[in-house]
């Protein structure tokens, strides 16, 4: 998601990744890609209009998720991306899952280089405001995130 070429063409820049979301698999030995969970930098505009409005809708009311979110803010000095870190553990998960991705959550953080920000969200109510998220990007300094204001 970061790691990106200096001379990327347009193609390329549209297959970034902005949002992805891992689960167990089925044997929950491994953390995998949840298969059609992720907002590409080519959705934004034609099937995705608010990014962060649609990554929190992919999140499963019932079951616990890793997800990597791209974020776009802009603070009052500057414009920043800043790679965030989620954990998804709802209060209404099976327990059982929440101590498997409790448990596993230093293996795939370790994964990735280059994350800013740690969140572990146990709710909608601690999601469906971006309040939340400017706050933990920059508290209040941060005026904008993903091209709305704050």
Same mark, same amino acid.
């Given at each position: 998601?970061?790691?990106?070429?200096?001379?990327?063409?347009?193609?390329?820049?549209?297959?970034?990744?902005?949002?992805?979301?891992?689960?167990?698999?089925?044997?929950?030995?491994?953390?995998?890609?949840?298969?059609?969970?992720?907002?590409?930098?080519?959705?934004?505009?034609?099937?995705?209009?608010?990014?962060?409005?649609?990554?929190?809708?992919?999140?499963?009311?019932?079951?616990?998720?890793?997800?990597?979110?791209?974020?776009?803010? !802009?603070?009052?000095?500057?414009?920043? $991306? =800043? #790679?965030?870190?989620?954990?998804?553990?709802? *209060?209404?998960?099976?327990?059982? &899952?929440?101590?498997?991705?409790?448990?596993?959550?230093?293996?795939?953080?370790?994964?990735?280089?280059?994350?800013?920000? !740690?969140?572990?969200?146990?709710?909608? $109510? =601690? #999601?469906?405001?971006?309040?939340?998220?400017? *706050?933990?990007?920059?508290?209040? &300094?941060?005026?904008?995130?993903?091209?709305?204001?704050?």
């Amino acid at each position: 998601m970061k790691v990106r070429k200096a001379q990327a063409n347009e193609d390329e820049k549209r297959k970034r990744k902005k949002a992805i979301l891992f689960c167990m698999s089925k044997d929950l030995k491994n953390i995998v890609l949840d298969d059609g969970k992720e907002i590409l930098l080519g959705d934004l505009g034609t099937t995705v209009q608010d990014p962060y409005q649609h990554f929190v809708k992919m999140l499963p009311p019932d079951d616990c998720r890793y997800a990597l979110y791209d974020a776009t803010y !802009e603070t009052k000095e500057t414009k920043k $991306e =800043d #790679l965030v870190f989620i954990f998804w553990a709802p *209060e209404s998960a099976p327990l059982k &899952s929440k101590m498997i991705y409790a448990s596993s959550k230093d293996a795939i953080k370790r994964k990735f280089e280059g994350i800013k920000h !740690e969140w572990q969200v146990n709710g909608l $109510e =601690d #999601l469906k405001d971006r309040h939340t998220l400017a *706050e933990k990007l920059g508290g209040s &300094s941060v005026v904008s995130l993903e091209g709305a204001p704050i």
